[in-house]
């Protein structure tokens, strides 16, 4: 029975060295540049940088992991897990002045992970000999291009003690309400976790033959979970091909991902609810007409709130390019838990839900998306966060969570550890994970409903900003679906007021008068609540989580400040 992902991979390359394990678009497009990797040579490879490792002592040490998108990540990432060195992805910094945040995030996940090398692409490993003045933390680091790392270097390659209870990586949280914290994600985690993304997604053995081992196609980012956890590890644990390519072409040209789909006719494909929003405003009659949706199965969609009406927009628009309502997969999962906990069943639609939260454009857009049932061995309850107390089926409570793809905790950080990861419950035994995400459960099925620090409590009401959101967005076609952030702020002698901050196109810079008024009526009519305030920025400015989901405290901290990107002001990058 293998004992980690790096068993496997030996199984793999013994039993089919020839089978393409990744394919990668260099350009983003199917008729472009093409690298792929066998089982055999990513066995090779992982093997020589991990030999690298280990013959400077590094097992059990951090590793942080800067690559572009591509395969030499995948064989830097399963170097580490073969040399028993804990890995640490991480984020390259890139563009105007090497991206101020990315550097800022690199510098703690450095002094966090206490890293003592760093692993990287030539490019990157280039450009980090030029950041001494920025990152002088890079001093004590060792920097290596695993490129430079020779292929005979595979020869010295000695099998790592590992066990179950062995930390595989640091997956370092996307910081939607925290500073990052670094996830200890154990080898039995993973191999757990996927055989859950296995259960839940129909990877059966017929179907990876039905599909000759095509099974994925993802332009999902590596070193973010589900990105990394789904398409690229789930197909090291089923030998099986993935297609990858860059988020940036994906952002660049949407089209790239569904032409992709049609090109390789992959099982399982996905993203955040966002990507399918950004699919739909490039369907052109033209590109419709290109397309083979048809033996697409698997659309998960997760990492954001799921939008009923993205998901039947997305259903009527590519229907005549053969895709099927029941392949739309809404599922939920986070980095402390691996990545997968709920998913829906494959070959049948998504269940809706009626919820509080109405429109002018219809009940059914604005119905509550299920997310699935618990894999095989996940347990989730919901859960008073104050009393400590399961709640009936129906009510809304904080998500729990408890299994073996529940992580170990917390890096470095015991008492954070101990809050999230260690919570009991009364008439269960064990312990559970605490995510902090709100939501309520009918017939065994999941329904996320927010995040348990965002609630507001307006004139001694609790309201979900995602509520509001959804109200403000359906209610003007210039609104980007997925960028509004509702938040509260609080006035002197009233309270807690609402306050949302919205994108629009910039094509209805002349209606803002207009939309506002549409956001304070629909959210009023609906929620029963008056806006504070009412703010309109620039397409791409509002601030998300690496995954997508939107940081309301920091949008909050933006607009106390005075420095979000106003529309009528000045544009800023």
Request: hydrophobic share 40%.
């Amino acid at each position: 029975m293998a004992r980690s992902l790096v068993d496997l991979l030996t199984l793999h390359a013994s039993r089919q060295p020839d089978r393409t394990a990744y394919r990668y678009l260099v350009t983003g497009d199917c008729d472009g540049e093409i690298q792929d990797i066998s089982y055999a040579r990513l066995a090779e490879r992982s093997r020589a940088i991990a030999a690298w490792l280990q013959e400077r002592g590094l097992a059990g040490s951090r590793v942080m992991l800067l690559y572009p998108p591509g395969i030499e990540f995948i064989c830097g990432y399963l170097g580490c897990l073969s040399a028993g060195v804990v890995a640490v992805p991480g984020l390259p910094p890139h563009g105007r002045s090497q991206n101020h945040r990315a550097l800022l995030r690199m510098k703690r996940l450095i002094a966090d992970a206490d890293a003592q090398v760093i692993l990287g692409g030539r490019e990157v490993i280039a450009a980090l000999a030029t950041m001494a003045e920025h990152l002088p933390e890079l001093a004590e680091v060792t920097c290596v291009a695993t490129e430079d790392i020779p292929d005979e270097a595979a020869g010295s390659w000695r099998e790592p003690d590992l066990t179950a209870d062995s930390v595989a990586f640091l997956q370092y949280t996307s910081g939607s309400t925290s500073a990052p914290r670094g996830v200890m994600v154990t080898h039995g985690n993973l191999l757990d976790n996927e055989r859950v993304i296995t259960e839940r997604m129909g990877h059966t053995p017929d179907v990876i033959e039905e599909y000759d081992h095509e099974l994925f196609v993802s332009w999902l980012p590596v070193y973010h979970d589900m990105g990394l956890i789904g398409p690229v590890l789930n197909a090291a644990y089923l030998g099986v091909t993935a297609t990858l390519f860059s988020p940036l072409h994906f952002l660049q040209r949407p089209e790239r991902w569904l032409t992709a789909i049609s090109r390789y006719r992959p099982h399982t494909s996905g993203g955040p609810n966002f990507a399918y929003e950004l699919c739909l405003k490039h369907a052109t009659p033209e590109l419709l007409g290109t397309l083979d949706l048809s033996r697409w199965k698997v659309a998960f969609n997760g990492a954001e709130p799921v939008r009923a009406a993205t998901l039947r927009r997305f259903t009527e628009t590519f229907g005549p390019a053969g895709f099927r309502r029941e392949a739309l997969y809404p599922c939920y999962g986070l980095a402390e838990a691996t990545l997968i906990v709920t998913g829906g069943s494959v070959h049948a639609p998504p269940t809706l839900a009626a919820t509080a939260t109405a429109s002018e454009a219809g009940s059914v857009d604005a119905a509550a998306v299920g997310s699935g049932r618990p894999g095989p061995g996940v347990t989730v309850v919901i859960a008073d966060p104050e009393r400590q107390e399961e709640l009936p089926e129906g009510e809304v409570g904080e998500i729990w969570v408890s299994g073996a793809s529940v992580a170990k905790g917390y890096w470095r950080n015991a008492l954070a550890t101990r809050q999230t990861f260690r919570a009991g419950l009364a008439g269960r035994e064990g312990r559970f994970l605490r995510t902090g995400d709100l939501g309520f459960l009918r017939d065994g099925e999941l329904f996320v409903t927010g995040r348990l620090k965002d609630l507001m409590v307006i004139e001694g009401r609790n309201h979900y900003p995602q509520d509001l959101e959804l109200s403000a967005e359906m209610s003007h076609w210039a609104l980007r679906p997925g960028c509004t952030a509702a938040f509260s702020v609080d006035v002197e002698g009233e309270g807690e007021q609402p306050v949302v901050v919205a994108e629009t196109a910039p094509e209805a810079v002349g209606e803002s008068e207009k939309i506002i008024d549409l956001i304070r009526g629909a959210i009023g009519e609906a929620h029963g609540v008056p806006v504070r305030d009412v703010v309109l920025v620039h397409p791409g400015t509002i601030p998300k989580t690496s995954s997508g989901k939107i940081q309301r405290r920091a949008s909050r901290a933006a607009y106390l400040d005075g420095t979000l990107s106003l529309v009528g002001g000045p544009e800023t990058s």
